[in-house]
Nanobody, 120 residues
Framework: VQLQASGGGLVQAGGSLRLSCAASGLTFSIYTLGWFRQAPGKEREYVARISWIGGSYYADSVKGRFTISRDNAKNTVYLQMNSLKIEDTAVYYC???????????????WGQGTEVTVSS
């Protein structure tokens, strides 16, 4: 199983980025897909998840600014990030789970991470 995250970069506060995560080696359509992030010196935290039937859920810190979506035909999950804040700076990871859960421990497969830096 491989999850390949991409789309990170440097953006000014208030700007937007779209992250992508392409998966292979698993039956993508039946998995919950999640995005997590880890800022320097902090623990990895939950950002958003989308269930196999398309229900989406968000951490309070990103609700209303981030949108998670999936394209089962392309085995890809996306994270559209708008109105970015300096505190959104982190390495973003995609992950796949067999249950609908925000808990890191429930995610079986992880991508390598893509770095997002938001500047003032």
């Amino acid at each position: 199983v491989q999850l390949q995250a991409s789309g990170g970069g440097l953006v000014q506060a208030g700007g937007s980025l779209r992250l992508s995560c392409a998966a292979s080696g698993l039956t993508f359509s039946i998995y919950t897909l999640g995005w997590f992030r880890q800022a320097p010196g902090k623990e990895r935290e939950y950002v958003a998840r989308i269930s196999w039937i398309g229900g989406s859920y968000y951490a309070d810190s990103v609700k209303g600014r981030f949108t998670i979506s999936r394209d089962n035909a392309k085995n890809t999950v996306y994270l559209q990030m708008n109105s970015l804040k300096i505190e959104d700076t982190a390495v973003y990871y995609c992950a796949a789970a067999g249950v609908i859960s925000p808990s890191l421990s429930d995610y079986n497969y992880w991508g390598q991470g893509t770095e997002v830096t938001v500047s003032s």
